[in-house]
């Protein structure tokens, strides 16, 4: 029964974080394309801009909706996961867009407009579904508040659970948390 029910937990939450993604990808595909297409930006740097926003865009809506914020865990901690995962994840996403076109001329993205948009787009998709499944492991495994089935031995073992027991006596700010 309890399996069932983490099952289900788990399917839903799922869903949630790809309904996120899919909005957050409209934006990053939009803001991505618009700046490739009309102001002839390199698809990197565009790329790169694009996911800042659509970053922030998920980052509001998976933790209000998608996550449940961490009891053992400070804020500045899951802010801080949050932005060193994200960092990997741009670094992902600029890597496999910049390998989408890495074959084309330096000035394809005058001489060769529309081919540098197809290939760049290509590339996008490719990141985006390789940084949603990085995003959605390291979301659930550190920041996501832990199942009410799991035991305490464990729980108290788990590498997230120690990092956020640290975060609650460690405030880079000054003031306990």
């Not at 804020?75 to 084309?104: H, P, Q, R």
């Not at 529309?114 to 998709?125: P, R």
Request: proline share 2%; with cysteine; charged share 15%.
């Amino acid at each position: 029964m309890f399996e069932c029910n983490i099952m289900r937990h788990l399917i839903a939450q799922i869903t949630k974080f790809g309904i996120v993604g899919v909005l957050a990808a409209v934006i990053d595909f939009g803001i991505l394309n618009a700046l490739v297409k009309f102001a002839h930006m390199n698809n990197v740097v565009a790329g790169t801009i694009s996911f800042l926003i659509a970053l922030a865009f998920n980052y509001i809506l998976s933790m209000k909706m998608v996550f449940t914020h961490r009891d053992d865990m400070a804020k500045w901690m899951e802010m801080f996961i949050f932005a060193v995962s994200a960092a990997l994840g741009l670094l992902m996403n600029d890597v496999i867009i910049w390998l989408a076109t890495i074959n084309l001329p330096s000035d394809a993205v005058y001489t060769m407009h529309s081919t540098y948009i197809l290939y760049t787009n290509i590339g996008k998709v490719v990141a985006t579904v390789v940084v949603a499944v990085w995003n959605f492991i390291i979301r659930k495994v550190f920041l996501d508040a832990p199942n009410s089935t799991i035991s305490a031995s464990r729980l108290e073992r788990s590498l997230s659970h120690r990092i956020g027991r640290w975060s609650m006596n460690h405030n880079p700010f000054g003031s306990r948390t």
